[in-house]
């Protein structure tokens, strides 16, 4: 069964050093999500994509915060300058269209910023 | 506006109890309702929606009640099993919005004791 795959699994980076998030949407799937789950609390949205370029995006998702497909495969996110309370799992999603409810989860990357 | 609440916080049910999850929003646009399980270290994934056009949904152990007039759904497990031990979001979405982003509840921590 296709699915999404992100990497790293984890980590771990110093406040004010730029991390870089991938993941591997399923193929044939057009759109695209980042979401984030600070420890113990709710998945919240940061950011949709389409059609290469964002469709939409949460307060969170300020300046230090992009997202790019940079190929036909991959989905990044990145944070410039990280800090502290930007610890949290980060998921990457997909979905077949934006009117196809199901959105896809991947494992998710652990970031720890110290 | 945006939010769903959801209780309870945890739940613990005895193996072949039933297990109910309730969530409440306040956002009338919203059109789509999913349930997403979540295993430790994994992503949430799909367990099952319901549109508001219909009061309940089944499939398998799984049943959404969903009370439009109150704003509020639930997810029952019927016969639930020790697998079924996961964390339980609600979440919600617009369909045919900007794109599909879901609002999610605050979780429920669901153990079945055997």
């Known amino acids: 069964e296709p699915e999404v795959t992100q990497t790293p699994s984890h980590q771990v980076t110093q406040m004010g050093q730029e991390v870089i998030l991938r993941c591997v949407p399923i193929s044939n799937h057009l759109y695209f999500y980042w979401y984030r789950q600070i420890l113990g609390q709710k998945v919240e949205f940061l950011v949709s994509?389409?059609?290469?370029?964002?469709?939409?995006k949460s307060e969170i998702f300020d300046d230090q915060f992009s997202v790019e497909r940079p190929d036909g495969s991959n989905f990044t996110l990145k944070i410039r300058s990280t800090k502290l309370e930007d610890s949290a799992m980060y998921f990457c999603?997909?979905?077949?269209?934006?009117?196809?409810?199901?959105?896809?989860f991947g494992p998710g990357t652990r970031l720890l910023v110290l | 506006q945006q939010q769903v609440k959801q209780s309870p916080q945890s739940l613990i049910v005895q193996k072949g109890g039933i297990s109910i999850i309730n969530c409440a929003y306040e956002?009338?646009?919203?059109?789509?309702f999913p349930w997403y399980q979540q295993f430790p270290g994994k992503g949430p994934a799909l367990l099952i929606a319901?549109?508001?056009?219909?009061s309940e949904k089944k499939e398998g152990r799984f049943t959404i009640s969903f009370n439009k007039s109150a704003k509020q759904f639930s997810l029952h497990i019927m016969d639930s099993q020790p697998g079924d031990s996961a964390t339980y979001f609600c979440?919600?979405?617009?369909?045919?919005?900007?794109?599909?982003?879901?609002?999610f509840g605050t979780g429920t921590l669901l153990a079945v004791q055997p």
């Open positions: 979440a919600a979405s617009r369909y045919g919005g900007a794109t599909n982003k879901l609002i």
């Open positions: 319901i549109r508001p056009d219909v």
């Open positions: 999603a997909s979905s077949l269209t934006g009117f196809e409810e199901t959105q896809y």
């Open positions: 956002n009338t646009a919203f059109d789509y």
């Open positions: 994509f389409y059609n290469n370029e964002i469709s939409e």
